[in-house]
């Protein structure tokens, strides 16, 4: 069974950052895309950032670059994303996502395995 848990969420001033992590277990001996993905109320889930499985291609949502770094370390099954210089428009459920292949991808039907998301909330 693969398991996604991603942590590092909280509350944050705005101009601050944050660390988020993602674990993954039960996909070690597979080739996995990861990426990240948010959803604030009233929106619909949106991209914010892939990697492909050897770390060395990676994609920004516009709204993220310069101020988010996605990076992962696949001997330990895991999908950062750091986040610096946030904003209030930030705030945001973010959700680690996994998917078969070496490539990421912008869609979110292109994901098989997702966490539970962790909040990030940054005040003004």
């Known amino acids: 069974q693969v398991q996604l848990v991603e942590s590092g969420g909280g509350l944050v001033q705005a101009g601050g950052s944050l660390r988020l992590s993602c674990v993954a277990s039960g996909l070690s001996s597979s080739t996995y895309a990861m990426a990240w993905f948010r959803q604030a109320p009233g929106k619909e889930r949106e991209f914010v950032a892939g990697i492909s499985w050897s770390g060395g291609?990676?994609?920004?949502?516009?709204?993220?670059?310069?101020r988010f770094t996605i990076s992962r370390d696949n001997a330990k099954n895991s999908v950062y994303l750091e986040m610096d210089s946030l904003k209030p428009e930030d705030t945001s459920v973010y959700y680690c996502a996994a998917r078969g292949g070496i490539y990421y991808s912008t869609a979110m039907g292109d994901y098989r395995y997702w966490g539970q998301g962790t909040q990030v909330t940054v005040s003004s």
């Open 57 to 66: 291609s990676k994609y920004y949502a516009n709204f993220v670059k310069g």
